[in-house]
């Protein structure tokens, strides 16, 4: 299909009539908080999941069980009682595993090995080989086109064929795929809050146990394993309290992209095409040429060397 025309722009990679409506998203880094804010902002805000106490319905919060005690008492109050234990219901979440499996590299296996460019505070910078996006650079493409027009008719807005198009094409670093194992556990007083918790999570995916988890522009692949094991105490005759408790097992498979304290590549770099190439003459003088100078010896030349042009 050619590319559509608007006036003097051509768009060749959208199809939308008015250019105006074109957004720019920007791509941030992706990193491992990134992977597991996605999975807990989905299960505590897209879940949303109440239940019924003695104080009427009640959301369950969802807790980071590695953060600390006295920053989950200032920042959460209604989490814990007066003797520091957690109020229940309650789901937690511990990332138990990261892997960088070799067998999970996307689409397409293999490695692309980054390209580099002069820094200006010296040395060499890695920068982005995968193209994700393009578009032509109106300013200059239509300086080479009012140029060409002058040239062949003297106006420069007489409408020429221009060849010269300039693209900004945006690059990324190759992303680095891993998987990570998350263990989801519920504890509640009672077996009907568990029943209320556990439904969702049993309809997560709806038949095929699968989700995408969004965060800041990056998708992940999350899948809920089948096993759901309880780890109850109600048939322990001892004085503990009595709590129901249940493991769910999530896999997300996520990447890491973007720059941190010890990879400073750029999460993103914009690059411009060349759109001509000129090479500069070379005169060669020979007695052919110049006849005048036949007789004339220059020291160390000689005329009849076949390797000379």
Known sequence: MPPKKYGKDIYSFTDIDEPSQIDEVGLGSSTLEDIDRALKDYIDDALNI??????????????????ERAYQIKHNKNLRSQEGSIILPAITIERTSTMKDLARKGGVFGNIFPHFANSSQGGLNPFGTIAVSRRVNQSTTSKHAASKAKKVSGQENFPVKNRKVVYETAYIPMPQYVELQYDIKIRTEYQQQMNDIVTPFLNFGLGINYHILNRNGHTYEAFLQSDFSPENNVSNLSEEERTYETKATIKVL??????NEQNKTPTVVVKENFVSVKIGKEKIITQANHPEIEGYNYPGFDWNDPDLC
């Open 50 to 67: 109440h239940v019924e106490t003695n104080k009427g319905s009640r959301k369950v919060p969802v807790v980071w069980v590695s953060a």
């Open 254 to 259: 996520g990447y890491i992209l973007g720059q």
